[in-house]
């Protein structure tokens, strides 16, 4: 079924134990992925366990089985699909007729059209909910981005939200992955709420260091090897730019993910791009335009299970966090240099 506007916020907060499948899709990919990850909270600080479409594409009743087991370790969990897309569509249709449900399903995806079998499974059955994101701007983007702070316990004013919004390129994941950052700065929360004021953003916010620590992970991406080395000569040794350097890769290949699976249903370069509208920033246009054009979605798939893992080592492990990044970000820069 569709969701209200008016009661969606509701449905993601308290989620119904009825709903087992949540589909967000729409222009806006990075107001899906913002409600996507409010709802994990809902659900209990649920944990992402990923799931690529194509391999529910190629075995259907899979995807139920999945949802059915009972997590290893306990605690709450969601299966997380991206990008997903009418490939899906028999493995969820099968996930809404098991007789239980262990696990939330989450599917993320792009623009879908009206006769999407995805889109009208989910409208239709009522164990499915469904929103469709349509990017916000201006004065729209100025009340998320409000919204997203009282939700975080911070007072933000319209001029302040105004910036928060261009510093973000009126991208809602990371205006609210900032906003939490500022609360935890301040010690906010809903209950104890604080105002935020130019100073807090002045001292913590991304725009320029996010730049820096995304730069690494680009000239990997793009393959470009000397600079790629240089780079990280430059680093300061014994640092800790391991987690932060890996995390902004992650972001730019969940972001390249569903543009790249438009592109391969179909969906002209050229359009895609211009689809993401003020979501991507003006100066990174032309790069992503470039990696979308050499990355396949199963390169971004494994480029991003393998940064993912060595997140984990990195935080678990007692592995040298400067020599395991500069060996996965010279790995990357080859399988980029081989998908020319």
Same mark, same amino acid.
């Given at each position: 079924?569709?969701?209200?506007?008016?009661?969606?916020?509701?449905?993601?907060?308290?989620?119904?134990?009825?709903?087992?499948?949540?589909?967000?899709?729409?222009?806006?990919?990075?107001?899906?992925?913002?409600?996507?990850?409010?709802?994990?909270?809902?659900?209990?600080?649920?944990?992402?366990?990923?799931? !690529?479409?194509? %391999?529910?594409?190629?075995?259907? *009743?899979?995807? $139920?089985? +999945?949802?059915?087991?009972? #997590? =290893? &370790?306990? /605690?709450?969990?969601?299966?997380?699909?991206?990008?997903?897309?009418?490939?899906?569509?028999?493995?969820?249709?099968?996930?809404?007729?098991?007789?239980?449900?262990?696990?939330?399903?989450?599917?993320?995806?792009?623009?879908?059209?009206?006769?999407?079998?995805?889109?009208?499974?989910?409208?239709?059955?009522?164990?499915?909910?469904?929103?469709?994101?349509?990017?916000?701007?201006?004065?729209?983007?100025?009340?998320?981005?409000?919204?997203?702070?009282?939700?975080?316990?911070?007072?933000?004013?319209?001029?302040?939200?105004?910036? !928060?919004?261009? %510093?973000?390129?009126?991208?809602? *994941?990371?205006? $609210?992955? +900032?906003?939490?950052?500022? #609360? =935890? &700065?301040? /010690?906010?929360?809903?209950?104890?709420?604080?105002?935020?004021?130019?100073?807090?953003?002045?001292?913590?916010?991304?725009?320029?260091?996010?730049?820096?620590?995304?730069?690494?992970?680009?000239?990997?991406?793009?393959?470009?090897?000397?600079?790629?080395?240089?780079?990280?000569?430059?680093?300061?040794?014994?640092?800790?730019?391991?987690?932060?350097?890996?995390?902004?890769?992650?972001?730019?290949?969940?972001?390249?993910?569903?543009?790249?699976?438009?592109?391969?249903?179909?969906?002209?370069?050229?359009?895609?791009?211009?689809?993401?509208?003020? %979501?991507?920033?003006?100066?990174?246009?032309?790069?992503?335009?470039?990696?979308?054009?050499?990355?396949?979605?199963?390169?971004?798939?494994?480029?991003?299970?393998?940064?993912?893992?060595?997140?984990?080592?990195?935080?678990?492990?007692?592995?040298?966090?400067?020599?395991?990044?500069?060996?996965?970000?010279?790995?990357?820069?080859?399988?980029?240099?081989?998908?020319?």
């Amino acid at each position: 079924m569709k969701a209200a506007k008016a009661t969606l916020a509701k449905a993601l907060e308290r989620p119904d134990s009825a709903i087992r499948f949540y589909l967000f899709h729409g222009p806006d990919e990075s107001g899906s992925r913002a409600l996507a990850i409010q709802l994990l909270k809902g659900l209990g600080d649920a944990e992402k366990f990923i799931v !690529l479409g194509q %391999a529910v594409k190629s075995d259907p *009743a899979a995807l $139920a089985d +999945e949802a059915g087991a009972m #997590a =290893l &370790f306990g /605690g709450k969990r969601a299966i997380w699909i991206e990008p997903a897309g009418d490939e899906i569509a028999e493995g969820v249709a099968a996930l809404l007729d098991a007789p239980a449900s262990e696990s939330a399903v989450v599917a993320l995806a792009g623009t879908l059209r009206k006769t999407s079998a995805l889109l009208k499974l989910a409208e239709a059955h009522p164990a499915a909910l469904s929103h469709c994101s349509y990017v916000p701007e201006g004065r729209d983007m100025e009340r998320v981005i409000i919204d997203l702070g009282l939700s975080a316990g911070l007072r933000v004013t319209p001029g302040l939200a105004q910036r !928060l919004a261009s %510093a973000a390129n009126n991208n809602q *994941a990371i205006a $609210a992955q +900032e906003l939490e950052k500022f #609360a =935890l &700065f301040l /010690g906010a929360a809903p209950s104890s709420p604080k105002e935020l004021d130019h100073g807090t953003v002045d001292l913590l916010g991304a725009d320029a260091a996010e730049g820096d620590l995304m730069r690494l992970g680009d000239l990997a991406l793009a393959g470009r090897m000397d600079e790629l080395l240089d780079e990280l000569s430059r680093l300061p040794r014994g640092g800790s730019e391991a987690i932060p350097i890996l995390r902004a890769l992650q972001r730019r290949l969940l972001m390249m993910a569903p543009l790249r699976a438009r592109i391969e249903r179909g969906e002209r370069i050229d359009a895609v791009m211009t689809s993401m509208g003020k %979501a991507l920033f003006w100066k990174d246009k032309p790069l992503v335009q470039r990696l979308l054009s050499t990355w396949p979605a199963h390169r971004l798939a494994e480029a991003a299970a393998r940064i993912s893992a060595l997140e984990r080592q990195v935080m678990l492990s007692p592995v040298s966090d400067e020599a395991a990044l500069g060996e996965t970000l010279i790995m990357v820069a080859r399988a980029a240099a081989r998908n020319r």
